[in-house]
């Protein structure tokens, strides 16, 4: 027998042939550690996940970083939450925000999904090539040393083209869409090509933080500038609670006013935490002006630990995983409903149906994330006869804001004012359009 | 010229003074200026009687000189040879005011260089009995008897600009704390229990890089809060540094009842694992791990991993840092925090005078026997902390009033009830 055959790959696949003789059920998990960026990969949170799971568990670790783990007897819904929370451990890594869930961690139902497991391994056996996201490998680390300098990369440089923008819709139970809002917002990823190409901006934590302390202000110079032929009645950027205070944004602030444009500054928790006294003035500030604070990032591990209505938000974020169809996270989605936030909750990063379900069971009336975006799209697709463009270029296309790259639409009022109507969020403008 | 209304003393320093200035290259000693007048009223005669037991044997040993001034300030002529000494005194001295009025209370004159300045502020000082009040002269503001040194021709009324922490900052302060010995810096202070009018009882000891200090030594005049996330990562920086101070020593002094100050991703370090490994672990449940909550929130995923591992160890948690009004936001409890940190502030006396019902809720909330009010710097604050309901308290007043307790006791067996 030569070393290959003896190698993890070999190894994995004689277990599973044993274990499947058995009348267990088995699940085979395959973590993409080698898919996260570098520094992710060498985090001790993975060495411990992997204590912890290892300890009742067959782990395995392939030549690339990637781990194999077989579970015995679990319930598919058991072990969906288990890896959501394996998932929640990296929420900044693009393999993670970027792409559907599977690209970080797959799982296959050995009864049924064998042969395919089994080919993958296969195809592992004797390759040692790494696959990596986003070029990262030949980045150096932000530090305090090259912060200024990228600071003042990003100050000079025009964001437009790195700005997106993501619907926030209604579905009806009759799955019909209306659009109610805009958010506006810049990526790592984008940043890393069209600003910041240098650095991994995703390596310090606090760094990245100070960083968009001028990267709002950018966002919001790309808003003006950009021209959007119809600039949408609502639209919301992130923000830290400084920016608020910041002359910038009181221009801004007074400009869309003026237009007749509402902003929703989406707030993170852990800015309040820095300063609680800012969060109460700047939400006295943005009401002076009609404006709007939407409480972000609430996932299921924050429905655990907070009150979210104790920050008195006008609109709250709730991130879908599996792990929020556990009974606790509905009780409590339904205590913020009871006290006051009924029509204030969005359901965000819904990549699949699973997420409008459990939102509509769940009495939640707002969605965003990449299958509304699909939904979208195609939608606006069965109305745009003229034109055959792929699903996916249209939905790119509608997620620009700048010039130069709306011309790839050849039909722009198609997207700008989507014809299947937008609806006013408030409670009390609930006419439609 | 003498003024005619200068106490006896003051006399003396004036002469002696003119004494030197005949022949400024053979002055024997500097100066050290206490501005006694900067601290609250309240403050003085505790400070006063500290300052004189701490000077009297320099001033007996070595033949130092004081002079008390009319206004309470001080002037101490001492040998330059010991200054390491002085400065020593100094460190003490300024532990025990509030933080706000330490920055302008001592400066030291190197008096071959300095006389000219020096003989201008002792001539502005003198001739002022504190029963006076003197309005025909403007009292020059702290700041500006302090910045009085310096060549800059600052209008009195203007304060010192605060600079905001900036990266290149941020970077020189960091690689200096590579080759810095912190034992220097590291500090202690006890979390006491005071129950009706008792005596603190120390129930541990916070174990922490003095902020101020490293300030003030390195970073003179910066405001912390103008760049937060940046101070985010200087906290742990330190945070990690005084980790692996503690991981160095030998002496048996952090080996019990002690808390530290941690960032979550340290939690899951090895240097966190090296830290575990010398404590035995009988007495890991006097140990309180101090994250904040900017730090929790911040990666919650991480928390409860961090906070798990901990607690398995035996070890406990403390959510430290919260203020009045993020206490509104945090359920201990739910965290599952052994203790809650809030910090003192008068807003919270004054809270309490408009009756404002919602912070006895939230103390309510998180169960006042876990909860420590920190920072406290009067008596008052102690009654309020009281009127909450929470006995364990932490700051200066509570230094001092172990410091005067007769024979500090330390509770042996810790116990949190549930």
New interface residues.
């Given amino acids: 027998m030569d070393a290959l055959s003896q190698g993890p790959e070999q190894q994995i696949i004689d277990a599973v042939e044993r274990l499947l003789k058995s009348p267990d059920n088995f699940y085979a998990v395959r973590i993409f550690v080698s898919r996260l960026l570098p520094i992710h990969q060498n985090d001790?949170?993975i060495a411990?996940i992997l204590h912890i799971l290892g300890e009742n568990n067959y782990l395995y670790k392939l030549s690339n970083q990637d781990v194999i783990l077989i579970i015995r007897n679990v319930k598919k819904d058991h072990l969906e939450e288990l890896l959501d929370?394996i998932r929640?451990?990296f929420?900044r890594d693009p393999a993670i925000l970027q792409h559907p869930p599977e690209y970080f961690i797959h799982s296959y139902n050995l009864r049924t999904e064998y042969r395919l497991f089994v080919a993958e391994i296969d195809k592992m056996a004797g390759k040692d090539v790494p696959s990596l996201a986003n070029n990262a490998i030949n980045k150096t680390p932000l530090?305090?040393?090259n912060?200024?300098g990228e600071?003042q990369r990003a100050k000079l440089s025009n964001l437009a083209d790195a700005v997106r923008r993501q619907a926030v819709v209604t579905v009806s139970s009759d799955k019909k869409i209306k659009v109610l809002f805009y958010e506006l917002f810049t990526s790592t990823a984008l940043l890393g090509q069209r600003a910041i190409p240098n650095v991994n901006l995703l390596s310090?934590?606090?760094?990245f933080?100070?960083l968009t302390?001028t990267l709002d202000l950018k966002v919001i110079e790309a808003v003006q500038v950009s021209n959007m032929t119809f600039v949408p009645p609502v639209i919301s950027l992130n923000l830290n609670i400084?920016t608020v205070f910041t002359p910038m944004f009181a221009e801004f602030s007074q400009a869309m006013k003026e237009k007749g444009v509402t902003l929703i500054a989406e707030i993170q928790?852990?800015d309040?935490?820095?300063?609680?006294?800012e969060y109460?003035k700047a939400k006295d500030l943005l009401h002076q002006s009609g404006h709007k604070v939407l409480l972000d990032g609430i996932?299921h591990?924050?429905l655990?630990?907070?009150?979210v209505m104790?920050?008195e938000p006008d609109l709250i974020k709730i991130i879908w995983s599996s792990q929020l169809e556990d009974a606790y996270d509905i009780e409590v989605v339904q205590q913020i409903q009871e006290k006051g936030g009924k029509n204030k909750i969005i359901l965000c990063r819904c990549d699949d149906e699973k997420a409008l379900m459990w939102g509509m069971t769940n009495k939640v009336m707002f969605f965003q994330g990449y299958f509304v975006d699909k939904m979208v799209s195609a939608l606006a697709k069965s109305l745009c006869k003229d034109f055959g463009c792929p699903l996916a270029d249209c939905i790119e296309n509608h997620k620009v804001i700048s010039d130069t790259l709306r011309r790839k639409c050849p039909n722009i009022k198609m997207i700008d004012n989507p014809p299947f109507g937008t609806a006013k969020i408030w409670e009390d403008e609930n006419a439609e359009n | 010229m003498l003024k005619t209304d200068l106490t006896r003393q003051e006399s003396q320093l004036v002469l002696s003074l003119k004494k030197f200035e005949a022949n400024l290259n053979r002055i024997p000693y500097d100066a050290l200026y206490l501005q006694t007048s900067v601290l609250p009223e309240s403050e003085k005669s505790n400070f006063l009687s500290a300052v004189n037991d701490m000077l009297q044997p320099m001033i007996l040993l070595h033949k130092w000189q004081k002079f008390f001034l009319g206004n309470d300030d001080i002037v101490l002529l001492f040998s330059p040879e010991q200054k390491d000494e002085l400065e020593a005194i100094i460190f003490k001295i300024k532990f025990f005011v509030p933080e706000e009025s330490s920055e302008d209370l001592t400066k030291i004159y190197t008096l071959k260089k300095q006389f000219k300045e020096f003989m201008a502020l002792v001539n502005s000082q003198v001739g002022k009995k504190k029963e006076t009040n003197n309005t025909d002269e403007k009292a020059a503001p702290a700041k500006a008897v302090a910045a009085g040194a310096a060549k800059e021709k600052d209008k009195p009324e203007e304060k010192i600009k605060k600079q905001p922490l900036t990266p290149k900052m941020l970077s020189t302060v960091e690689n200096s704390l590579k080759g810095t010995d912190f034992a220097n810096m590291i500090r202690r202070q006890s979390v006491c229990a005071v129950v009706g009018s008792s005596h603190p009882q120390s129930m541990f000891d916070e174990v922490f890089v003095s902020v101020a200090d490293l300030r003030d030594t390195m970073l003179p005049n910066v405001d912390f809060s103008l760049t937060p996330w940046l101070f985010q990562h200087l906290t742990e920086t330190l945070d990690k540094r005084v980790l692996s101070h503690i991981n160095r020593h030998d002496e048996g002094s952090f080996k019990s009842h002690f808390s530290v100050n941690l960032n979550v991703s340290t939690i899951l370090s090895p240097d966190f694992v090296s830290f575990d490994k010398e404590i035995p672990s009988t007495f890991k449940n006097t140990i309180f791990l101090e994250l904040q909550p900017v730090d929790i929130f911040s990666d919650l995923a991480s928390y409860i991993m961090a906070k798990n591992f901990a607690k398995e160890r035996g070890y406990k948690i403390c959510v430290d840092g919260i203020s009045h009004t993020s206490l509104r936001y945090i359920d201990r409890e739910r965290l599952g925090a052994d203790l809650i940190k809030m910090f003192w502030s008068q807003d919270i006396l004054r809270r309490l005078e408009e009756n404002d019902e919602t912070l006895q809720e939230d103390v309510k909330r998180n169960g006042p026997s876990r909860m420590v009010l920190a920072r406290v710097d009067d008596a008052k604050a102690i009654d309020v902390g009281h009127t909450l309901g929470i006995n364990i308290f932490q700051g200066r007043y509570v230094q001092k009033m172990l410091s005067s307790a007769p024979g500090k006791r330390r509770v042996t067996s810790f116990y949190i009830g549930k």
């Fill in positions: 001790n949170k411990v929370s929640a451990l929420p530090t305090p040393e912060l200024e600071e310090d934590a606090w760094l933080q100070h302390e400084s928790v852990r309040i935490f820095s300063n609680a006294a109460a996932s591990n924050s655990l630990f907070l009150d104790s920050f």
